[in-house]
């Protein structure tokens, strides 16, 4: 397992041998070469606090070390394959896999936990949409737990500290709302006690349990945050798969059902992170972070519409005729022993809530969502397309179903 630390330009890959680390600056250890810089350092840069991010190469990973750049601060960067981006030193490791290295936690002031091997399952809500190779799916969920454990353990040592300041680094833990389940009515907030039905959420659910005994155990300031899913410019995930088939007509003309599904903008969930590390009331606290709005798949699928340049069909699928539909999904899932590509929980994820509430953040510590996905949508089809035409052009097929026809050029 190499671990490798690197300017913001990507450096060519190392050669093989034991473990290694080239610091961003002095000399480096073994016999690595020299660290490949994008220039000279700034002078005029401040240097603020020393922060370690897991998962800096992902979606959140990325926007929240830019954020840290920009501000001043050394970003230590830890991923499992070397990327360029906006930190001062890269780790190239598995934290599920592998001990870890010596030094990666020296001097750090803040931790941030957001590498994950789990991921949700696609298509639907239900246990019937998990995973096909489950144990696959629980060797990454136990990965993810070693990892957490692994930084836990080192923050709390605090032997690798060798600074006249004493006390451990905050750790904040990025987690998922996913880690508890959805109530008989209303939002669900941090003091909702049914438990995670996936996989996925009892993954993130038994992690945070980790985090916040660690916090209370040794006085860390540790916290874990929820985020609903994220929207902004590059994402993935339902909605990337949504805009996709919305561009290419393949999403079906839902009705307005008036179900409710939390979302959080990209921007939004950076400060939310940043600000949970700062302040001393978030220490041993759980914060869902979501930007307000109940969106219901209609109004989803007509903002992307409206953003893409497509015109949705003016006549939509009636529910009853989407249940229809479902059932028999369930029925040739049964006959052929996995599901089939829609059944009552696809059903449940196209039409169902997943609504949050995000009140005790911005009471206990005044976090407040300036983003709502209406305004996001432009930027994020602008990536979208940019993205398509790097991958070899647009699909432009089947537009007449659920998508629309592209509007005609205003003259």
Same mark, same amino acid.
């Given at each position: 397992?190499?671990?490798?630390?690197?300017?913001?330009?990507?450096?060519?890959?190392?050669?093989?041998?034991?473990?290694?680390?080239?610091?961003?600056?002095?000399?480096?250890?073994?016999?690595?070469?020299?660290?490949?810089?994008?220039?000279?350092?700034?002078?005029?840069?401040?240097?603020?606090?020393?922060?370690?991010?897991?998962?800096?190469?992902?979606?959140?990973?990325? *926007?929240?070390?830019? $954020?840290?750049? +920009?501000?001043? &601060?050394? /970003?230590? #960067?830890?991923?499992?394959?070397?990327? @360029?981006? %906006?930190?001062?030193?890269?780790?190239?490791?598995?934290?599920?896999?592998?001990?870890?290295?010596?030094?990666?936690?020296?001097?750090?002031?803040?931790?941030?936990?957001?590498?994950?091997?789990?991921?949700?399952?696609?298509?639907?809500?239900?246990?019937?949409?998990?995973?096909?190779?489950?144990?696959?799916?629980?060797?990454?969920?136990? *990965?993810?737990?070693? $990892?957490?454990? +692994?930084?836990? &353990?080192? /923050?709390? #040592?605090?032997?690798?500290?060798?600074? @006249?300041? %004493?006390?451990?680094?905050?750790?904040?833990?990025?987690?998922?709302?996913?880690?508890?389940?959805?109530?008989?009515?209303?939002?669900?907030?941090?003091?909702?006690?049914?438990?995670?039905?996936?996989?996925?959420?009892?993954?993130?659910?038994?992690?945070?349990?980790?985090?916040?005994?660690?916090?209370?155990?040794?006085?860390?300031?540790?916290?874990?945050?929820?985020?609903?899913?994220?929207?902004?410019?590059?994402?993935?995930?339902?909605?990337?798969?949504?805009?996709?088939?919305?561009?290419?007509?393949?999403?079906?003309?839902?009705?307005?059902?008036?179900?409710?599904?939390?979302?959080?903008?990209?921007?939004?969930?950076?400060?939310?992170?940043?600000?949970?590390?700062?302040?001393?009331?978030?220490?041993?606290?759980?914060?869902?972070?979501?930007?307000?709005?109940?969106?219901?798949?209609?109004?989803?699928?007509?903002?992307?519409?409206?953003?893409?340049?497509?015109?949705?069909?003016?006549?939509?699928?009636?529910?009853?005729?989407?249940?229809?539909?479902?059932?028999?999904?369930?029925?040739?899932?049964?006959?052929?022993?996995?599901?089939?590509?829609?059944?009552?929980?696809?059903?449940?994820?196209?039409?169902?809530?997943?609504?949050?509430?995000?009140?005790?953040?911005?009471?206990?510590?005044?976090?407040?969502?300036?983003?709502?996905?209406?305004?996001?949508?432009?930027?994020?089809?602008?990536?979208?397309?940019?993205?398509?035409?790097?991958?070899?052009?647009?699909?432009?097929?089947?537009?007449?179903?659920?998508?629309?026809?592209?509007?005609?050029?205003?003259?």
């Amino acid at each position: 397992m190499h671990a490798t630390a690197r300017g913001s330009r990507a450096a060519a890959k190392p050669p093989a041998g034991p473990p290694r680390h080239v610091p961003s600056k002095g000399r480096p250890h073994c016999a690595c070469p020299p660290p490949r810089r994008s220039g000279p350092p700034d002078p005029a840069r401040r240097v603020g606090r020393r922060a370690l991010v897991t998962g800096a190469s992902g979606f959140v990973g990325r *926007a929240l070390c830019a $954020a840290l750049h +920009a501000r001043g &601060d050394q /970003v230590r #960067a830890v991923m499992r394959r070397p990327a @360029a981006g %906006p930190w001062d030193e890269q780790w190239n490791l598995d934290l599920g896999t592998a001990d870890l290295p010596a030094g990666l936690l020296r001097d750090v002031d803040v931790v941030w936990h957001l590498a994950a091997r789990s991921r949700p399952s696609v298509g639907g809500s239900a246990a019937a949409r998990e995973p096909r190779q489950p144990e696959l799916a629980e060797a990454r969920a136990a *990965a993810d737990l070693v $990892a957490t454990r +692994a930084l836990l &353990d080192a /923050v709390a #040592a605090g032997a690798w500290l060798q600074r @006249a300041s %004493p006390g451990a680094p905050a750790l904040v833990l990025a987690s998922s709302v996913k880690a508890v389940g959805l109530p008989a009515r209303g939002p669900a907030d941090e003091r909702t006690a049914t438990p995670p039905d996936t996989r996925h959420g009892r993954a993130k659910r038994a992690a945070e349990e980790l985090v916040l005994a660690a916090a209370e155990r040794h006085g860390l300031h540790a916290c874990a945050v929820r985020p609903a899913p994220v929207y902004g410019p590059g994402c993935g995930g339902g909605l990337r798969r949504m805009l996709r088939a919305v561009d290419q007509g393949r999403f079906p003309a839902v009705p307005e059902v008036g179900n409710r599904r939390s979302l959080v903008g990209l921007d939004d969930l950076v400060a939310a992170l940043l600000l949970v590390a700062e302040r001393p009331e978030a220490a041993g606290r759980t914060y869902v972070v979501c930007d307000g709005e109940a969106y219901s798949t209609r109004r989803v699928q007509l903002a992307m519409a409206s953003a893409l340049g497509r015109t949705p069909p003016a006549r939509t699928v009636p529910p009853w005729a989407l249940r229809a539909l479902a059932r028999s999904g369930d029925l040739a899932g049964w006959l052929a022993g996995r599901p089939a590509p829609f059944d009552s929980a696809a059903l449940r994820q196209l039409l169902g809530s997943a609504w949050y509430s995000a009140a005790r953040i911005t009471a206990e510590l005044g976090w407040r969502p300036r983003q709502d996905l209406e305004g996001a949508l432009p930027a994020m089809v602008a990536a979208y397309r940019e993205e398509a035409r790097g991958s070899g052009g647009l699909e432009e097929r089947g537009r007449n179903r659920g998508g629309g026809r592209p509007r005609r050029a205003e003259r």
